[in-house]
């Protein structure tokens, strides 16, 4: 039974994580959208509050809460509806705190920026998944890394790595663009795509399958070495109902290539999402 929850609580903070990076992404494009009429994501004014108001007014707070389908692990054919409750907060447009963990900018000049990471991997558990009896469960881990990001209008072009401390001790990679494009007074579309690299200790973890394990699971050996892990691709749209509550809507459609593709743990390479969530920015 303690596995079981352990995985419950696992699959929550993944939820968490893909959430909170996605719909905080949008906040800076509706922020943008202040050429006419009310502004849409203003803070309320602090001497409403005192000096508990001032520090709101340094702090760009959003809460909320929605739901998400997801596969039930990476490579599952099978889903999973998590419930994604979150809370995220920006500090002087610098320092951002959010469920997957803190960005910090170190590096601003004119459109590019250069930030320092600190996030977790969640790792894997068995339970997961009934394919992935034997397999045995990947420790969660500390996440160490930075972004590069060049703005050039409303594309932002990235790369960013980043490296585990613990867990599979793995490096991750990621490189590609978002667009964000303010459509109406009230409406923003966005659009990412991006190619995700993994050294061998992450590929190992997540899709090797060592003799120990072959022998537990009845899955074949396989050997998975560093290279391209997958492609992601993802639709949103953001609607601001008033100045404060915002809905949003994401699909996104990942493909496992490389040896992750061919690995026998993955019984299917396209990995789709979809998530539906209402946020509160005070």
């Known amino acids: 039974m303690f596995a079981k929850t352990g995985s419950v609580t696992l699959a929550f903070k993944a939820s968490l994580a893909v959430m909170a990076v996605s719909f905080w992404g949008c906040s800076g494009a509706l922020a943008a959208d202040t050429s006419s009429g009310e502004q849409l994501t203003a803070v309320p004014d602090p001497s ?23 596969p039930e692990y990476e490579g599952s054919d099978k889903f999973k509806v998590t419930p994604v409750p979150f ?55 500390a996440t160490v890394g930075a972004k590069a990001a060049v703005q050039l209008g409303p594309v932002e072009l990235f790369a960013l790595v980043d490296k585990t401390i613990g867990g599979s001790e793995g490096l991750v ?9 303010p459509v109406s007074e009230r409406l923003v579309l966005g ?49 601001s109902i008033n100045q404060n509550w915002i809905v949003r809507g994401e699909a996104q459609l990942g493909v496992l290539l490389g040896d992750a593709a061919d690995s026998p743990v993955v019984l299917e ?14």
Do not use: C
């Not at 409403?48 to 997801?70: C, D, N, P, S, T």
């Not at 930030?115 to 894997?124: I, T, V």
């Not at 990679?173 to 494009?181: I, P, T």
């Not at 993994?198 to 699971?217: I, K, L």
């Open 87 to 141: 809370v995220s907060a920006t500090l002087f447009d610098t320092l951002t705190i959010d469920p997957t963990g803190a960005t910090l900018a170190v590096v601003e000049r004119d459109a590019f920026e250069l930030s320092a990471r600190l996030g977790y991997e969640l790792g894997r558990q068995e339970d997961d998944s009934d394919h992935l009896r034997g397999m045995g469960d990947i420790d969660f881990g």
């Open 191 to 239: 659009a990412s795509a991006s190619a995700v690299v993994a050294d061998e200790n992450h590929m190992q973890a997540y899709f090797g399958v060592s003799a120990e394990q072959a022998t537990r699971s009845g899955l074949a050996r396989f050997d998975a070495g560093a290279g391209l892990k997958r492609a992601d691709f993802s639709l949103s749209a953001t609607y």
């Open 269 to 282: 390479k396209l990995q789709p999402s979809a998530m539906l969530l209402v946020g509160y920015k005070f």
């Open 48 to 70: 409403r509050f005192g000096r508990i108001g001032e520090k709101l007014a340094e702090w760009h707070v959003v809460a909320g809460g929605g739901a998400m389908i997801e």
């Open 173 to 181: 990679g990621r490189v590609g663009l978002e667009v964000a494009q």
